[in-house]
């Protein structure tokens, strides 16, 4: 592939980019509250008796890698591409080893909170928004992407996996 470096990418967002990080919290803040209401309606336990050891071991990861991911996702990524309005593909960094690794990231944080405070309300929202990221917006976005990229956009999706970063690389093999 023929692609220059992330730095040489320059387009200017929207004014009203901002305005986005806002949207997604309500986002959030709508699936918490519909999953706490369902999780009530269930009758499904408030706390889950998940052992601290465990909370932590997998909790606080699983918030880490998500974080990481994110930022580095959205770093790469620039304002104006995450609108749709890019002119070129992103493909290093976060995006060689996920093509979504900002949606990987809210979701990793999303699991994470759940896991480490043990609510099954934040598990089943996490759920909800992991599903409702994958299934409409990830496999959405991917045709409109396609669609705007063409054969570029086919060779990087042969080499890289759609949500979840599994690309290892044990001494020459890659898994």
Do not use: H
Not at 1 to 26: A, H, R
Not at 45 to 71: K, Q, S
């Amino acid at each position: 592939m023929n692609i220059k470096k992330d730095e040489e990418i320059k387009e200017t967002p929207p004014i009203w980019f901002p305005v986005v990080p806002i949207l997604v919290l309500i986002g959030i803040g709508n699936v918490l509250f519909i999953s706490y209401k369902l999780s009530l309606w269930l009758g499904i336990l408030f706390f889950l008796p998940i052992p601290i050891v465990l909370r932590i071991i997998f909790g606080i990861p699983l918030i880490l890698i998500g974080i990481f991911f994110f930022l580095w996702g959205f770093k790469l990524l620039k304002p104006a591409a995450a609108l749709g309005l890019a002119k070129k593909l992103r493909t290093s960094g976060a995006y060689a080893y996920t093509r979504n690794p900002m949606y990987f990231g809210v979701c990793s944080i999303f699991w994470g909170i759940g896991i480490l405070l043990s609510l099954s309300y934040i598990l089943i929202g996490a759920l909800i928004w992991t599903i409702f990221n994958y299934l409409w917006v990830v496999i959405g976005e991917e045709k409109e992407i396609e669609s705007k990229f063409g054969k570029e956009y086919l060779e990087y999706k042969k080499q890289v996996p759609r949500f979840i970063p599994l690309k290892i690389n044990l001494l020459t093999k890659k898994i």
